[in-house]
């Protein structure tokens, strides 16, 4: 596997990218592995709905990634909040990743969310507290794995 510093390089060949942002990931449903090469991982920018507190959102995605859980559904899920390097006109408060081993996977999770009662359910247990958007779906290289030690 190649080190961070070749992907680094190697992206670095093909894409402008002027802006990095550190963010501060809150696990919702934790992986139960290593990321798999070729997986797939979701991000939406989500805001709170007026009176809407951060604990209210951690809570309905709990509910939402234990339902998922339920059916077999989806995989590690996180809430992650800029920290650094956004800029100044976001209009966000979080971003919801979610993880997913293959794009069979996901696939399958979308499958759920349209034919199977995730959408309503998503609808009854997020729309009272946030609002999110399209999600964008990106392939996973993992560059650096924990070793455990």
């Avoid at 951690?58 to 590690?76: C, K, N, R, S, Y």
């Amino acid at each position: 596997s190649p080190s961070s510093s070749e992907v680094a390089a190697g992206f670095d060949e093909v894409v402008e990218c002027p802006m990095h942002m550190a963010l501060a990931a809150v696990n919702i449903r934790p992986p139960t592995g290593v990321p798999p090469e070729g997986g797939l991982t979701m991000f939406q920018d989500c805001s709170l709905l007026e009176g809407r507190i951060i604990g209210d959102a951690m809570t309905a995605l709990t509910e939402w990634t234990d339902f998922v859980a339920e059916h077999q559904i989806g995989g590690p899920t996180w809430a992650a909040f800029p920290m650094a390097g956004e800029r100044d006109d976001a209009d966000y408060d979080f971003k919801v990743v979610t993880g997913f081993e293959s794009p069979e996977a996901y696939g399958a999770a979308v499958e759920f969310y349209i034919a199977g009662g995730g959408v309503q359910r998503a609808g009854q247990i997020m729309s009272r507290v946030m609002e999110c958007d399209s999600p964008r779906v990106y392939t996973m290289t993992p560059v650096r794995v924990p070793t455990g030690e």
